[in-house]
């Protein structure tokens, strides 16, 4: 098992700047890879960022909407993943959740572990 819990929503000028923190305990947490979902409402949860599981090299994925605005990175030794979220935008707000798995896919239905979700809110 592995629990995930995500911080550092709010509320932001669009233009500006969030960095979303998951901290994770349970199973190893550099075996897993580490993902970033959002779900606005009335929407279905879709795919923003993932980073694959830590060794030489790791891969990182984005989404288009958020390529270039958006950096996912880890920190294996404070069991942590980070989502850095600059130039926001009000189409950004959602609920933002943390995921693991051990594969890096882009589809939320195929991960294990999920976070319980922060609110993040983009006013225009």
């Known amino acids: 098992q592995v629990q995930l819990v995500e911080s550092g929503g709010g509320l932001v000028q669009a233009g500006g700047s969030l960095r979303l923190s998951c901290a994770a305990s349970?199973?190893?947490?550099?075996?897993?890879?580490m993902g970033w979902f959002r779900q606005a409402p009335g929407k279905e949860r879709e795919f923003v960022a993932a980073i694959s599981w830590s060794g030489i090299d790791f891969n990182t994925n984005y989404a288009d909407s958020v390529k270039g605005r958006f950096i996912i990175s880890r920190d294996d030794a404070k069991n942590t993943v980070y989502l850095l979220m600059n130039r926001l935008e009000p189409e950004d707000t959602a609920v933002y959740y943390c995921?693991?798995?051990?594969?890096?896919?882009?589809?939320?239905?195929?991960?294990?572990?999920w976070g319980q979700g922060t609110q993040v809110t983009v006013s225009s």
């Open positions: 349970g199973r190893t947490f550099g075996h897993f890879a």
């Open positions: 995921a693991a798995n051990q594969n890096m896919v882009l589809v939320a239905t195929f991960w294990d572990y």
